[in-house]
């Protein structure tokens, strides 16, 4: 065994024994995302937005126009359950739905204009409860966190069976 293994090993965190909920990163990573949703959802609501319709939002103010499938994909939502999301966006006017020019079987979301309008009421209220998440952090902590969560998916974006 050379050195190097050696030193990574032994800085590695021992994952082989069970932890409590609380001791679990995955189990406190579920926990702050439910709160961080339950915090934004009553003030979203105000503007007849649900959660999932501030995913949604939030991918598309991002990148307006990509296809349904890939929304779904980065949203986390399947197939089914997105067509009812947007369903119930478009019946909202938030955004419409466009056959694909080069792709007839692929349909692209686009926010409309009270969509695009939405992001100024709503983005306020999400830093919001990001700030009060945040607390007590200082901003290289949270760039720390930050590098930290990305890793994380990058490592469980890699696995075979995902």
């Known amino acids: 065994m050379n050195k190097t293994s050696a030193v990574s090993r032994s800085s590695r965190p021992r994952l082989d024994r069970y ?3 609380h001791e679990s990163v995955g189990f406190v990573v579920r926990e702050v995302w439910r709160l961080f949703a339950r915090c934004l959802q009553p003030r979203i609501a105000r503007e007849g ?15 307006d126009g990509m296809t349904q499938r890939e929304l779904g994909e980065r949203v986390g939502i399947n197939g089914p359950t997105m067509v009812a999301a947007l369903n119930s966006m478009e019946r909202a006017g938030l955004v419409k739905r466009v056959h694909n020019r080069t792709d007839r079987r692929k349909i692209n979301v686009f926010l409309t204009e009270r969509g695009r309008k939405l992001k100024s009421k709503l983005w306020p209220m999400a830093a919001e409860v990001l700030a009060m998440g945040l607390a007590g952090l200082s901003p290289s902590d949270v760039r720390s966190l930050n590098k930290m969560l990305a890793q994380i998916r990058l490592n469980l974006e890699r696995d075979q069976f995902a």
Do not use: N
């Open 19 to 21: 932890v409590s909920t």
């Open 49 to 63: 937005v649900s959660i999932g319709m501030w995913f949604v939002l939030r991918m598309l103010w991002d990148e």
